[in-house]
């Protein structure tokens, strides 16, 4: 890829953005999504142990 920087035609490593994004970022978007829906599971486990819980009348 090339682009005009003004001066030369500069290029830009494309494969090398592409490696870091890989590397760096990638990894903790699937680590989130991971944590996130652990969060929803608990959620929904101490939802359905309310609702199974007889209400108490006083």
């Known amino acids: 890829?090339?682009?005009?920087?003004f001066s030369a035609s500069a290029t830009v490593d494309v494969d090398n953005i592409v490696l870091t994004d890989l590397l760096l970022f990638?990894?903790?978007?699937?680590?989130?999504?991971?944590?996130?829906?652990?969060?929803?599971?608990?959620?929904q486990n101490g939802r359905k142990k309310i609702k199974m819980k007889p209400h108490e009348q006083s």
Do not use: N, R, T
């Not at 890829?1 to 920087?5: N, R």
């Not at 829906?37 to 608990?42: F, K």
């Open 1 to 5: 890829m090339e682009f005009f920087d």
């Open 26 to 43: 990638e990894p903790w978007f699937l680590i989130a999504g991971v944590l996130f829906g652990l969060a929803v599971l608990h959620y």
